[in-house]
């Protein structure tokens, strides 16, 4: 079954951490470029961060540049976000997204054609 499914939401206080998950079951992996989208209640989807699964460097979205970071794990088939120093603007729900996307870079949420069910982030003291 083609899936991603994600993991490691919470409710965590301002300054915290937490380390999100999503585990892919997708075919053709090494033609994927894997990322992380956010929705926050009433706003519309954003781009967090990006990777290339075969190769090349992740990108982020200025709001989280330095705080967060996006990695990969090939034998296990999963992304990571590990995000720190956490405010209470990046409540939201997070989304694991996947893509033939050609560059990291795409913030198009049309762009990607696999979606995890997301998971709830909640930074409040």
């Known amino acids: 079954q083609e899936q991603l499914v994600e993991s490691g939401g919470g409710l965590v206080q301002p300054g915290g951490s937490l380390r999100l998950s999503c585990a892919a079951s997708l075919p053709n992996m090494n033609s994927k470029t894997m990322t992380w989208f956010r929705q926050a209640q009433g706003t519309e989807r954003e781009y967090v961060a990006g990777i290339r699964w075969s190769a090349g460097y992740p990108f982020y979205a200025d709001s989280v540049k330095g705080r967060f970071t996006i990695s990969k794990d090939k034998a296990k088939n999963t992304v990571y976000l590990q995000m720190n120093s956490l405010k209470p603007d990046d409540t939201a729900v997070y989304y694991c997204?996947?893509?033939?996307?050609?560059?990291?870079?795409?913030?198009?949420?049309?762009?990607?054609?696999?979606w995890g069910q997301g998971t709830q982030v909640t930074v409040s003291p």
């Open positions: 997204a996947a893509g033939n996307v050609i560059a990291s870079t795409n913030r198009l949420p049309n762009a990607y054609d696999y």
